[in-house]
């Protein structure tokens, strides 16, 4: 199982940005797929980001054009850098990983609240 820590939630005002990171327990280039999603209150949980272990990228619709996920193999971490953030993107934020051992594991999660 891949141990997750995300770090870099807080609180900012609309417009600003934040960089969320997470470290992975092993080599990332071994996850097929990391990925980044969020649980806003009283919603359901919902993918942001993703990225595979070949580089592909897919954004939810709410997020392209202000959103990039990157990966960093070198130091096993996956980070989402969120710009122009809105009121609505106030939500608990997940790193999720995949294998096709399988295994699948998410992290304790970070809060990014974003004020109007």
């Known amino acids: 199982q891949v141990q997750l820590v995300e770090s870099g939630g807080d609180l900012v005002q609309a417009g600003g940005s934040l960089r969320l990171s997470c470290a992975a327990s092993?080599?990332?280039?071994?996850?097929?797929?990391m990925a980044w999603h969020r649980q806003a209150p009283g919603k359901q949980r919902e993918l942001v980001a993703r990225?595979?272990?070949?580089?592909?990228?897919n954004y939810a619709d709410a997020v392209k054009g202000r959103f990039t996920i990157s990966r960093d193999t070198a130091k096993n971490t996956v980070a989402l850098q969120m710009n122009s953030l809105k009121p609505e993107d106030t939500a608990v934020y997940y790193c999720?990983?995949?294998?096709?051992?399988?295994?699948?594991?998410w992290g304790q999660g970070t809060q990014v609240t974003v004020s109007s």
């Open positions: 990225i595979t272990s070949s580089g592909s990228i």
């Open positions: 999720y990983a995949f294998t096709r051992r399988p295994t699948s594991s």
């Open positions: 092993e080599n990332i280039s071994s996850i097929d797929v």
